[in-house]
């Protein structure tokens, strides 16, 4: 009883990181691109500072 109870929660929790991994994979590329544009802020930024002195 306690081994099937166990494997069907095992069981359970991985369909639901497969499910979740897959329907993050759109997320995880959006953060990319902003991390991306903070970068380039960055280093835009520090290029303008560079000049100046």
């Not at 990181?17 to 691109?33: D, E, H, P």
């Not at 903070?38 to 290029?47: E, F, L, Q, S």
């Amino acid at each position: 009883m306690i081994k099937k109870t166990f494997l069907l929660l095992l069981s359970t929790l991985l369909l639901v990181s497969l499910f979740g991994g897959i329907a993050g994979c759109n997320t995880i590329q959006g953060a990319g691109k902003d991390i991306e544009g903070a970068a380039k802020a960055i280093r835009d930024g520090a290029m303008e500072v560079k000049k100046k002195l």
